[in-house]
T-cell receptor, first 109, second 115 residues
Framework: GQNIDQPTEMTATEGAIVQINCTYQTSGFNGLFWYQQHAGEAPTFLSYNVLDGLEEKGRFSSFLSRSKGYSYLLLKELQMKDSASYLCAVRDSNYQLIWGAGTKLIIKP | ETGVTQTPRHLVMGMTNKKSLKCEQHLGHNAMYWYKQSAKKPLELMFVYSLEERVENNSVPSRFSPECPNSSHLFLHLHTLQPEDSALYLC??????????????FGAGSRLTVL
């Protein structure tokens, strides 16, 4: 079966750096997405990786290794507003999105 | 108004009621989706419409009935639901389906409680 694994919950301190991991086993690969979802709000797109390597967007970076079935989302200079759930999703060979259950990130002052 | 708008935001219904969820997008996208989000579970894809034609129906019980009258509007008609159907129902849209990034733009969801 197809599966996406990510930690259920993480805690970090304001101003620090946190890395949220995502491992996947899917039938084929056509891209990996990260979305952010604040409580009670819509998920919003953060990043898209289709080739190996690091994509940087301001304080957020996303890394992909297709050979290892692995990605991470790196958040730098954490702010209280970064408290949210982070969803990892992989598009398989049929262009279906396979979703992880999300990682709830708690930022403490 | 821009983005994806869902109404109502909250809905409480009995098991014998009939209600509908509405979704509207003003992005000029060709594809629209219904997802079910339950606590601590992955998003479950329910239905996909591309250019107003249903292209995906993931073994969803018939008590959920989608309708896509045009490329900007999507409905989810609900009848004789079960308590386990209580969840957040998310609508999303994307430029197209298939190849390409096709990033999803989500609405804020309709929180459904079935008593």
């Amino acid at each position: 079966g197809q599966n996406i694994d990510q930690p259920t919950e993480m805690t970090a301190t304001e101003g620090a750096i946190v890395q949220i991991n995502c491992t996947y086993q899917t039938s084929g690969f056509n891209g990996l997405f990260w979305y952010q979802q604040h409580a009670g709000e819509a998920p919003t797109f953060l990043s898209y990786n289709v080739l190996d390597g690091l994509e940087e967007k301001g304080r957020f970076s996303s890394f992909l290794s297709r050979s290892k079935g692995y990605s991470y989302l790196l958040l730098k200079e954490l702010q209280m507003k970064d408290s949210a759930s982070y969803l990892c999703a992989v598009r398989d060979s049929n262009y279906q999105l396979i979703w992880g259950a999300g990682t709830k990130l708690i930022i403490k002052p | 108004e821009t983005g994806v708008t869902q109404t109502p935001r909250h809905l409480v219904m009995g098991m014998t009621n009939k209600k509908s969820l509405k979704c509207e997008q003003h992005l000029g996208h060709n594809a629209m989706y219904w997802y079910k989000q339950s606590a601590k579970k992955p998003l479950e894809l329910m239905f996909v419409y591309s250019l107003e034609e249903r292209v995906e129906n993931n073994s969803v019980p018939s008590r959920f009935s989608p309708e896509c009258p045009n490329s900007s509007h999507l409905f989810l008609h609900l009848h004789t639901l079960q308590p386990e159907d209580s969840a957040l129902y998310l609508c999303a849209s994307s430029q197209d389906i298939g190849a390409g990034a096709n990033v999803l733009t989500f609405g804020a969801g309709s929180r459904l409680t079935v008593l």
